[in-house]
């Protein structure tokens, strides 16, 4: 049976144990929940008041953290990702959104509901031209 959903198991040197991350097309950010951010005293800060705003265009609330945090994937690929912190609803305490796709690009096979390492940039698409 197919998996409904795409999660990831994640690590970071900031939390003491594995969580999982919900893997969102659909949303334009990635998110931690204030619960986790609190949980374990993950630093955070200050921004000014943004609307999040739900698929039918409504707004029932405002981001006004942002939480840096290096993540681990089970793959092994690590990156720093920024998350806007707000009350999530599921399961997850973490959405990797559309901007963790495109910043990442990993490759993702559908029907095993598995996430495969992103490929290493080779060194000269990431030097600037001398």
């Known amino acids: 049976m197919?998996?409904?959903?795409l999660h990831a198991v994640l690590r970071s040197p900031l939390v003491p144990s594995v969580f999982?991350?919900?893997?969102d097309s659909g949303s334009s950010d990635c998110f931690?929940?204030?619960?986790?951010?609190a949980k374990f005293n993950l630093p955070f800060r200050e921004i000014a008041p943004l609307p999040v705003a739900l698929i039918d265009g409504t707004v029932n609330t405002h981001v006004t953290r942002v939480v840096s945090l290096p993540i681990e994937?089970?793959?092994?690929y690590v990156c720093?990702?920024?998350?806007?912190?707000?009350?999530?609803e599921g399961t997850y305490p973490v959405v990797l959104g559309y901007s963790w796709l495109t910043h990442c690009n990993p490759s993702i096979d559908w029907v095993k509901g598995t996430i495969l390492c992103p490929?290493?940039?080779p060194h000269s698409q990431?030097?600037?031209?001398?």
Do not use: M, N, Q, Y
């Open 20 to 23: 999982e991350g919900l893997v």
């Open 119 to 121: 490929k290493p940039i």
């Open 80 to 88: 720093e990702l920024e998350f806007f912190v707000t009350k999530l």
């Open 126 to 130: 990431t030097s600037p031209p001398v």
């Open 32 to 37: 931690l929940d204030s619960l986790f951010v």
């Open 73 to 76: 994937f089970s793959c092994g």
């Open 2 to 5: 197919a998996p409904k959903a």
